[in-house]
């Protein structure tokens, strides 16, 4: 029985000892059958069931003392074995020597006493025999079969020599006085009894057998379920530690010189990885890097629109083998709006067996103010070259400036005649609006300044034909006259570049963001998961979805509804934020359009969106864009996640996103939750009644010792009523089992209706209950108990249509403040069984100890005391 509870280890146990005595019992009696004497023989009735009790006894020791040996207790040999072969032959003789005194013959039995020693031998040996088959390391049928064979024999040896020792005198008589049975009868009635009792055994076993594989294969599930959890968390902690050290490693290899970066190319992963957190930059400046390693494609997001095509170029040509060497010349962001030129060189230093390139180490060194000299001086260069810039003076009167001169090209390069530039009545009339609110405040504070000599700005001016261009402005400021000489350069191309590139540097950011959320989302995931897997109750789940929830949705209020028993009927166990006071708190998951589609449903207004029959009740003003996302798992409801979005009007890019981390979530919470419910209702069918749906007697025994020692500390009172059915064979014999289970969950339904919520009710076994009333003195137990005793005796009872008779109950109550469970429960019991004598139907208080005394005698001297 390995794979039984210990309560069910203990019942079959007993129930082992009785089949087997029960069987020696019925060998011996039936042997008696082949012994013939001239005279007829009688049993005394009352000696030949009493000599059952040695076989049973000596049986059930055994039996106990096999369970240890097979359940990892001491093991069954040496003296061990020998005194269990002598317990099992001792109950044998004993059982044997016990059925030959029943025999009504007078003179009585001699025995030789060879002979009889001679049997007692016998049965140890084969006993021993059968014991010592039976403990072997490797079980087979064969073995099964020579342990039976050597019990079987140790009975019937033990038996047949014993006669032999049996000697009755010539002028032995009968007595036929007193309780008797006759031999032929006995025996039939022996054989018939154990072979019902042994199907019945066996039928029973096998029943208990595989309800109890069936909860350990359940129980199984759950743990292969938390491994595999941890398996991946250990692996995923494993693999994140070897690659930091592999970055170690790199870099301890390489030499850290002051402003050089050095890189890692893999050709095959297509990455290219730094050896430090952050980018030497000229000046001292470090930039630090959002990941050590980056995909090649991912890498050309941090370099200028304009370069990335020069600086890759160069590179595949390198790596295919098409030029010599590679160096790079190319702008990195920075910043926001900010770039500097860096140079990067490379060598490979890794190839395959046909000499294509594998790997590659590289240097990227800051060039920034070098390159910009460089550039000046070629800007400089081309205007000299090819003139694309246009020439321009102008006079400063009294916060005005006007055109005095512009260069002949402008007609082919802004479209203007230079007279229509020079007859304007300002020159701020041809710079756009926004640059003019912008510069115009600077632009005239360093005009008015005695020190600056130079002047250069970046604005939009009005073309001929309407559009916009980017221009930079260089001028010098001579005071003497009030004028400034200087040009305009069109930079509007690379202007439109750099607004690109800050388009695309928001969008890296914004995706650096979600990548950093999306790390930090599955930190918490994980530790929601983790913790959920240990909670115990619900209650205990839904404070760690709640706390788990705020650090996933800032903005976001919600809650969380489940389902109990797996139907479409959900309550809300958890809120966080602010939540509508008209919010129905149960509802169906058929109103809720997330759980009638299977997928998340996301409502923003009633101008674009439906909006679930369950949240129709908050009133409009009140209801605001929300996110429903049904669990379900294993087939079953589990329960639904909301989401309300508190402060703001989202996009619907952000519901999306939202939509997507609480879909995410809800998967964490399926699973966990679905879980809970499991093992919560194993513990349920563990810990009830399943006849009643009451507490079962492994709970009372728990919550007795619980309730006791609270007693003790807060000095209050706790009440016991032990209660019995009145008759109740009666409703069974008469009435049928049906109407007896009729009446058991009947007077059930009636303690869960008239007790509080924190008192225990408890099917004590058969048709006794049991009542624990915490913080109850007696005078208040006894009227919560009457209470109870008028509502069974009440009841209209009916059984397949048949009216059952009046139901009537029996109640001992007894009170402590500490102590003892076992002494509560005798003088409850005690209690009861004067309830009994007295005639039923009462209610009887337990008075300390006198009580006790009352009702050993009234055992001693009513035996019908103990019948129901």
């Known amino acids: 029985m390995p794979d039984f509870s210990p309560v069910q280890r203990r019942r079959w146990r007993l129930v082992g000892g009785l089949v087997m005595g029960m069987g020696i019992w019925a060998m011996h009696f039936i042997g008696m059958l ?146 008797i049975i006759d031999t032929l009868l006995l025996a039939q009635a022996v054989a018939g009894g154990t072979l019902v009792l042994i199907m019945m055994a066996f039928v029973a076993f096998m029943f208990e057998h595989r309800l109890a594989q069936q909860n350990l294969l359940r129980i199984g599930d759950l743990e292969q379920s938390n491994r595999e959890l941890e398996g991946r968390a250990r692996s995923l902690a494993d693999e994140m530690v070897a690659e930091q050290r592999r970055a170690e490693a790199r870099r301890d290899a390489m030499m850290e010189t002051a402003e050089v970066n050095f890189f890692e190319v893999d050709v095959r992963a297509n990455t290219i990885s730094f050896v430090d957190k952050f980018l030497y930059l000229g000046g001292g400046r470090r930039l630090p890097l959002t990941s050590q390693s980056f995909d090649r494609g991912a890498w050309k997001r941090h370099l200028h629109p304009a370069d990335v095509d020069d600086a890759q170029r160069g590179m595949d040509d390198y790596i295919a083998g098409m030029s010599s060497s590679y160096e790079a010349h190319y702008r990195i962001s920075v910043g926001p709006d900010e770039w500097r030129w860096v140079m990067a060189r490379a060598r490979v230093v890794e190839w395959t067996s046909n000499r294509r390139a594998v790997r590659l180490y590289g240097t990227l060194i800051d060039v920034h103010q070098n390159k910009l000299n460089q550039i000046a001086l070629d800007e400089e260069r081309q205007m000299l070259t090819t003139g694309p810039v246009v020439m321009v003076r102008v006079r400063w009167v009294k916060g005005n400036s006007r055109f005095v001169y512009v260069s002949a090209n402008v007609i082919k390069l802004w479209g203007y005649d230079p007279d229509t530039l020079l007859n304007l009545q300002t020159s701020w009339s041809i710079v756009h609006p926004e640059d003019t609110e912008r510069i115009r405040a600077d632009f005239m504070k360093t005009m008015e300044s005695q020190s600056e000599t130079t002047l250069e700005v970046e604005v939009r001016l009005r073309m001929a034909d309407g559009a916009y261009r980017w221009f930079r402005y260089n001028s010098m400021i001579d005071r003497q006259i009030g004028e400034r000489k200087g040009y305009f350069i069109d930079i509007d191309a690379r202007k439109q570049a750099e607004l690109e590139a800050a388009t695309q540097r928001q969008r890296l950011q914004e995706t650096v963001l979600q990548l950093e959320a999306a790390q930090g989302e599955g930190g918490v995931l994980q530790d929601t998961g983790d913790m959920l897997h240990a909670t115990e109750d619900l209650a205990e789940a839904f404070n760690i979805i709640k706390l788990s929830a705020l650090r996933l949705f800032p903005g976001w209020s919600g809650w969380i509804a489940a389902s109990r028993d797996g139907g479409n009927e959900l309550t809300i166990g958890a809120e966080w934020g602010t939540i509508s006071t008209s919010l129905e708190k149960q509802f169906n998951g058929r109103d809720c359009w997330g759980m009638r589609r299977g997928k998340p449903h996301a409502f923003f207004n009633y101008h674009s969106s439906v909006c679930c029959p369950h ?254």
């Open 615 to 868: 949240m129709q009740t908050i009133p409009v003003q009140e209801l605001r864009p929300y996110i429903c996302v049904p669990m379900a798992a294993h087939g079953e409801v589990v329960g639904a996640l909301h989401l309300f979005c508190e402060s703001y009007v989202p996009t619907e890019q952000q519901m999306t996103d939202v939509q997507s981390r609480a879909s995410r979530f809800a998967e964490t919470l399926k699973l966990a939750l679905s879980n809970l419910k499991l093992r919560t209702s194993l513990q349920d069918q563990a810990m009830s009644d399943g006849l009643t749906g009451l507490y079962n007697r492994r709970y009372m025994d728990e919550a007795l010792v619980h309730e006791l020692q609270r007693a003790r500390r807060d000095q209050r009172p706790v009440s016991l009523a032990m209660i019995d059915v009145d008759h109740f064979k009666r409703f069974n014999d008469q009435y049928g089992h049906d109407a007896g289970d009729a009446v058991l969950r009947a007077i059930g339904a009636v303690l869960q209706e008239n007790i509080r919520g924190y008192d225990i009710a408890c099917r004590y076994g058969g048709e006794e209950l049991a009542l624990i009333l915490p913080g109850c003195d007696v005078t208040d137990a006894e009227a919560r108990v009457q209470q109870v005793r008028f509502a069974v005796e009440s009841m209209h009872l009916k059984n397949s249509g048949q009216d059952l008779p009046t139901v009537t109950i029996s109640v001992g109550v007894a009170h402590a403040i500490g102590g003892s469970s076992a002494t509560l429960i005798r003088r409850a019991d005690e209690a009861l069984y004067e309830a009994k004598r007295q005639g039923r139907n009462r209610v009887v208080v337990s008075q300390a100890s006198g009580l006790s005394a009352v009702s050993m005698e009234a055992t001693a001297t009513d035996p019908d005391r103990l019948s129901k």
């Open 34 to 179: 082949a012994f013939k004497l001239p005279i007829a023989i009688t049993y005394h009735l009352g000696v030949t069931v009493a000599s059952i009790v040695p076989a049973v006894v000596a049986s059930f020791f055994v039996l106990w003392m096999l369970e240890k040996h097979q359940t990892g207790g001491p093991p069954m040999k040496g003296m061990r074995l020998i005194v269990a072969g002598g317990i099992q032959a001792g109950g044998i003789g004993a059982m044997h020597f016990a059925g030959m005194a029943a025999m009504q013959v007078q003179p009585g039995i001699d025995y030789h006493l060879g002979a009889l020693v001679l049997s007692l031998l016998c049965a140890f040996a084969l006993s021993y025999s059968a014991l010592w088959v039976a403990t072997r390391p490797v079980r087979t049928s064969t073995q099964s079969t020579l342990a039976t064979l050597s019990l079987g024999s140790a009975i019937a040896g033990m038996h047949y020599v014993a006669m032999a020792a049996a000697h009755f005198a010539p002028n032995t008589i009968c007595i036929t006085g007193g309780a």
